[in-house]
């Protein structure tokens, strides 16, 4: 591994992915997103294999839509990457062309996004949590009342 890379994250990978397929099928609600995914070749056209349906977890595909989404401000280029890269089916080359940047680069900014990506989902989780509690607590308060 390079000295002070990062590396791709599996579990995030496997969500941009399903994110890909959630997209390329609409259930993004028409957010201007391309209808092809990284996935969408002759085999994998329109969310399936040899048409047999894949399945998506559209719960988890909009919380990663947020996610990525939240990218846009102070992280445009990561945005862009992942948009080449899941929803255009560009690939490293040709995303590194149209971004004008190595394809070393790209393959970086992958990585960073499935970190950014990973510490939103965690601060979200997070802040569910906290929420949790709180609700907790103050039902404790309103009971004693």
Same mark, same amino acid.
């Given at each position: 591994m390079r000295r002070g890379s990062m590396a791709r994250l599996k579990h995030i990978q496997r969500r941009l992915e399903n994110w890909a397929?959630?997209?390329?099928?609409?259930a993004s609600g028409g957010r201007g997103f391309a209808t092809r995914s990284v996935l969408a070749s002759e085999v994998w056209s329109r969310g399936s294999y040899n048409h047999v349906a894949i399945p998506v977890e559209d719960e988890e595909a909009a919380l990663t839509d947020e996610a990525v989404r939240a990218l846009k401000l102070g992280k445009g280029h990561l945005f862009l990457t992942l948009e080449c890269i899941y929803l255009k089916d560009l690939g490293i080359s040709a995303t590194a062309q149209r971004m004008q940047r190595a394809p070393s680069t790209i393959k970086a900014q992958l990585e960073q996004a499935d970190h950014a /990506? +990973?510490?939103w989902l965690e601060a979200r989780a997070e802040e569910l949590e906290?929420?949790? /509690? +709180?609700?907790r607590v103050s039902d404790a308060k309103a009971k004693a009342l």
């Open positions: 397929i959630w997209s390329s099928r609409g /990506i +990973a510490a906290r929420r949790r /509690i +709180a609700g």
